[in-house]
């Protein structure tokens, strides 16, 4: 179910990811947000490419992390971080160069040490890409910087 998008959310989550080189470097982009649900894409080009010519499955998982991870941030109270401690990835069909892949995040399940989320990922014409789940571990920040 979709919600209606918090510009406040909004605001954090893109700044989260434009302060992380490697958001910027791999092309992850935000498209909306709200407590609890994240939706990120990526416009797929030749260098996100394995040997067979389609996108490299980390790619995609990094996408589907990435959703998934963010959506349990929309949730923490300040002063938590959060990491992936298991990420279970089911791909469903390929993906290629050219097109953009959208990955929807959702926060199931967040408590004070252990957060459960998943997350789907779809190409430009509704086909499903991938899914997957999350288990994160959710702590308080050691410093400042941890909050990034």
Do not use: C
């Not at 797929?44 to 996108?55: A, E, P, R, Y």
């Not at 980390?58 to 996408?63: E, K």
């Not at 941030?73 to 279970?88: I, M, N």
């Amino acid at each position: 179910m979709r919600t209606e998008r918090d510009p406040d959310i909004e605001a954090a989550i893109s700044e989260r990811l434009g302060a992380v080189p490697f958001y910027r470097w791999i092309g992850i982009e935000l498209v909306r947000a709200t407590k609890g649900e994240v939706e990120l894409a990526i416009d797929l080009q030749d260098h996100h490419d394995n040997v067979q010519g389609l996108i490299h499955g980390g790619v995609i998982a990094t996408l589907l992390d990435s959703a998934a991870g963010l959506a349990v941030r929309t949730v923490l109270e300040p002063g938590h971080r959060h990491v992936t401690a298991q990420l279970d990835v089911q791909y469903l069909s390929a993906a290629r160069s050219g097109s953009r892949v959208t990955a929807t995040g959702r926060a199931v399940r967040v408590g004070s040490q252990i957060a459960f989320a998943e997350s789907s990922a779809e190409d430009g014409s509704g086909r499903a890409v991938a899914r997957a789940t999350s288990t994160i571990v959710v702590t308080e920040s050691r410093s400042k910087g941890d909050e990034r």
